[in-house]
């Protein structure tokens, strides 16, 4: 069985990730909690998921999957992007507040005022895969949806409360994680990456 490392800290994306994998067929490992972070200096999402999965692969002599992702909003050219993780790192925590949801208070102040006519976005996901011999495959793929005024739902993480899926009229918080993972960004970029690799075994 092929063993992977999940190249996260994320622990929303984890849960999106580590069952499909296994399913798979796969033998997954993740990081430990004290793993070190990974500077992210990259200037694209495919650019990031390959630092991160580029230096667990190194480190661990392993076959390592990374994601970097995040919400692009049109009206602000596409913020806040690859700075998704980090977009209120400017606000001061409200007392219980989690980072996810500083991060959605802040995009809601800036959208204020903004019609829902002009609320488009779209999530992003560029998903590495880098091998011990130096192999490596990258895909990136979206998931277009609105940015609602105010959250809806439980469920999921990050942005996800926020993200209108137009078609099914819930947002990403508001599905169940099997209806999530059938239309998201991180499912159509893990399913891409899945079947270069089915490719290379050939
Ligand atoms: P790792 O680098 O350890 O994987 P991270 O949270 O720092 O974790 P990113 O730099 O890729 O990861 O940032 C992604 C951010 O984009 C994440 O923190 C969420 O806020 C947002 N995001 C990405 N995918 C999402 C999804 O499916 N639903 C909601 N928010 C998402």
Redesign the pocket.
Known sequence: MKKVII????K??LA?LEAPLKELGFCVETLSADYPE?E?NGTSFEE?ALI?ARFVCRDLHCIAI??????CVEYLNGAPG?F??RYANDYTLLPGETK?QA?NRKLLDIMQGVPMEKRQCA?H?AMAVVFPDGKELIAHKTWEGRLLFEERGKN?????PL?LDEELQLT?AQMEKSV?MGR???AKALQAVIEAFRTLEK
Do not use: P
């Not at 990374?66 to 919400?71: F, K, M």
């Open positions: 190249a996260t800290k994320n929303g994306k999106e990974i992210e990031n991160k990374a994601d970097d992702s995040g919400l690859i998704s993780a996810d991060n999530f996901c999921g993480f990050g942005y996800d993200f990403g999530k998201s960004h991180r």
